[in-house]
């Protein structure tokens, strides 16, 4: 069973909030930190924990419950000033992964120098595909081709590997339709250095899933997050 990941969102604005509501439906721990009282009213019944507090002031994060945080997200917006500061706050307490939300490239920039782990630029749709991502980090890719529905690369999971495709039946157990298995495949050059090739295998009867095979699916969301628990 996968353990519920924690996350911790700074700034709870148009990003902020479609982050959290989010990370929340997809079964996420989610503390909410904003120094504005109606912006934590406002995502108080969406989260795991809705806290008042100055994201700038040092004592104050510390008194935070963050000890068990796996992902922070900085997503305050035009505050330059504020999202620098909590950025560099979050790291010097010890959280192991920090997403600051930059509004411009010097910006990105000082974000990068005082901790910031990843740096993005994003708006409403850019919140949703990073809650999905975080929530499922074994998903590389995921093009929607419908409200619902998505393409989407998936790492195998460890229970399926070296079962053959028939035998996991994705099909008929999560609504899961198998369209190929990319695999890399490392052989040796003429001048004898090793090259990494990646194929591409259908899920036909004989196919046997390999540790690192990326499955390329068709699927409901739902049933795309699903199966990350298996």
Partial sequence: MRKEKAFAVFGIGTFGLELCRVLSEKGGKVIAIDVNQKLVDRVKDLVTQAILIDSTDEESIKSAP????????????DDMEASILTTAILK?????????RAISDIHAQVLKQVGATEVLFIEIEEGRQLAGRLISPDVLERVPISQNQSLAEIIVPQSM???????IDLLKKLNINIISIKRKKTSIDDQGNPRIDEI??????SAVLEKEDVLVVIARDG?????QGE
Wanted: no cysteine; glycine share 8%.
């Fill in 223 to 227: 049933d795309i997050d699903s199966l």
């Fill in 161 to 167: 590997v070296g079962k053959p495709v028939p035998k």
């Fill in 200 to 205: 591409i295998l259908q899920p036909s009867l």
């Fill in 92 to 100: 010097n307490i010890g959280v192991p992964y920090i997403i600051s």
């Fill in 66 to 77: 963050l000890a068990e945080v796996d992902v922070a997200v900085v997503a305050i917006g």
